[in-house]
């Protein structure tokens, strides 16, 4: 049985759905035409001949898969229909190229949507005073996004780290429930800093010491407002520019568990659908409480 990794692709043509690793995307109808289209045609997809899904794996062996629906005549009626059938003819070297020019297109389609994205998001997240369960959410979502390759199957991590990255998103997992309602605001957040920073910044200077076993390895956010760059020590930096860059949160997870959405709906779209309609619950209960 194929496993799905970050090298795996599996296309959907029919619904214009693009799988790399664990990223999913609907790819718009003027990005498809722009950089998926020229790539299809000739050999993947034409208007007669219509590429309906491939899937491409390497483990535990390298191999692909490809179904095609073709508009054929039936010479008895002369009656035109589409056909499915599996298309095998191009061998794995040819297919493997097609895959290298389809993830390419794909991160391409993914680097010019990130300044649309991230201005969606500081609309909404910089919209607010003091830290508040929405935007704690939102931090949520992209520490656990930035981390989701960590449980990947073949993730270059040890059996060690595995468990560190997952104490981790637990610790994440848990940021909001320091709230102790929806309208509670914060004026500061203990953020633990992931094993990537620990085994880096923490542990050279720490030796012996376990994985968020101290105080020192969480990070309060914002900062004091006398603190400066200056006078934080590398592991106090490097987690801050972290945080301030989940402020920007540029590409959400794309699993979401939204049966209510048509499946051609953006996760991004989603994504900023609920956080939107958090903050109208949030604004409308503070009116009520007089806030």
């Not at 020019?101 to 991160?107: C, L, N, S, Y």
């Amino acid at each position: 049985m194929s496993t799905l990794n970050n090298n795996s692709l599996i296309i959907s043509g029919t619904n214009r759905v693009i799988t790399r690793g664990i990223t999913t995307k609907t790819i718009s109808d003027i990005d498809w035409t722009t950089y998926i289209a020229p790539i299809l045609d000739p050999l993947w997809s034409t208007d007669k001949d219509r590429l309906q899904t491939f899937k491409y794996f390497d483990n535990p062996t390298e191999s692909y898969t490809c179904n095609k629906s073709k508009y054929v005549r039936n010479h008895t009626t002369g009656e035109y229909f589409w056909k499915d059938y599996v298309f095998d003819e191009p061998n794995l070297s040819t297919a493997k190229d097609f895959v290298d020019k389809i993830k390419e297109a794909f991160d391409a389609i993914l680097s010019v949507q990130i300044d649309d994205i991230d201005k969606k998001f500081n609309r909404i997240i910089e919209r607010e005073s003091g830290l508040s369960l929405t935007r704690i959410k939102a931090w949520r979502d992209f520490f656990l996004h930035t981390s989701d390759w960590t449980m990947l199957e073949d993730a270059p991590v040890t059996a060690e780290e595995k468990v560190q990255w997952k104490t981790y998103r637990a610790k994440v997992r848990a940021l909001p429930d320091a709230f102790e309602s929806g309208i509670h605001v914060l004026a500061k957040i203990d953020i633990p800093i992931d094993p990537a920073i620990y085994k880096k910044h923490f542990l050279p200077h720490n030796a012996g010491v376990d994985y968020l076993a101290t105080d020192e390895q969480y990070v309060q956010f914002p900062p004091d407002a006398s603190s400066t760059t200056a006078d934080m020590d590398s592991l106090d930096y490097i987690m801050h520019e972290y945080v301030n860059l989940a402020l920007k949160f540029s590409r959400p997870t794309p699993h979401f568990n939204v049966p209510s959405i048509s499946h051609l709906t953006d996760p991004v779209e989603i994504l900023i659908a609920q956080i939107e309609e958090d903050q109208k619950k949030l604004d409308e209960a503070k009116a009520a409480a007089g806030m």
